[in-house]
């Protein structure tokens, strides 16, 4: 009687063991080759908190969903405001600290882009007409119109006055 639950036993140690890699080694250690990138996610912007006048701040949301395997976001998206010829990229929120979220199908995050808004016309400000927003993982960015405004610059309009926060799970 002892043979039978020591070989049931055995047999799923080695089943636990042959699940936990990808074939032994460390070769995809710190890699997450399921990214939530290119195709598999859906991206959009929400109703923003406007800024109505040059000094005010404002806040686009912007969500992901997930629409194919379960995928990772991990670090931070990269968020470009373009004007023509002319394009800045848009940093992380001081003290920010990325998190590691795990999406199964349909599950949804978040991030916010806060600007500061610019006086039209100004060199300091760069007058934005598409953000560009690139997801960790991701080959291509996807392009959106920017109609908020004038993004006043921080000395310069290639150093925009805006932060990007961290990615947020949505919902339960």
Request: glycine share 12%; hydrophobic share 40%; proline share 5%.
């Given at each position: 009687?002892?043979?039978?639950?020591?070989t049931?036993?055995?047999?799923?140690?080695?089943?636990?063991?042959?699940?936990?890699?990808?074939?032994?080694?460390?070769?995809?250690?710190?890699?997450?080759?399921?990214?939530?990138?290119?195709?598999?996610?859906?991206?959009?912007?929400?109703?923003a908190?406007?800024?109505?006048?040059?000094g005010?701040?404002?806040?686009?949301?912007?969500?992901?969903?997930?629409?194919?395997?379960?995928?990772?976001?991990?670090?931070?998206?990269?968020?470009?405001?373009?004007?023509?010829?002319?394009s800045?990229?848009?940093?992380?929120?001081?003290?920010?600290?990325?998190?590691?979220?795990?999406?199964a199908?349909?599950?949804?995050?978040?991030?916010?882009?806060?600007?500061?808004r610019?006086?039209?016309?100004?060199?300091?400000?760069?007058?934005?007409?598409?953000?560009?927003?690139?997801?960790?993982?991701?080959?291509?960015?996807?392009?959106?119109?920017?109609?908020?405004?004038?993004?006043?610059?921080?000395?310069?309009?290639?150093?925009?006055?805006?932060?990007?926060?961290?990615?947020?799970?949505?919902?339960?």
């Amino acid at each position: 009687m002892r043979a039978f639950p020591l070989t049931v036993t055995a047999l799923a140690a080695v089943l636990v063991l042959t699940a936990c890699d990808n074939g032994g080694g460390d070769k995809n250690k710190g890699k997450d080759n399921n990214a939530c990138a290119d195709g598999g996610v859906s991206v959009q912007i929400g109703a923003a908190s406007l800024a109505p006048a040059a000094g005010d701040t404002g806040e686009v949301p912007v969500s992901i969903t997930n629409q194919s395997t379960p995928c990772t976001l991990e670090g931070f998206p990269r968020v470009d405001l373009a004007a023509g010829s002319a394009s800045a990229t848009v940093s992380a929120q001081q003290g920010a600290k990325a998190q590691k979220l795990k999406l199964a199908k349909g599950d949804s995050a978040s991030f916010t882009i806060s600007y500061v808004r610019g006086k039209a016309g100004d060199k300091a400000s760069l007058g934005a007409k598409t953000v560009k927003i690139t997801l960790p993982g991701a080959k291509e960015a996807q392009t959106f119109p920017w109609s908020y405004g004038p993004v006043a610059g921080k000395g310069s309009a290639d150093k925009p006055n805006a932060t990007v926060s961290t990615f947020q799970q949505v919902g339960d």
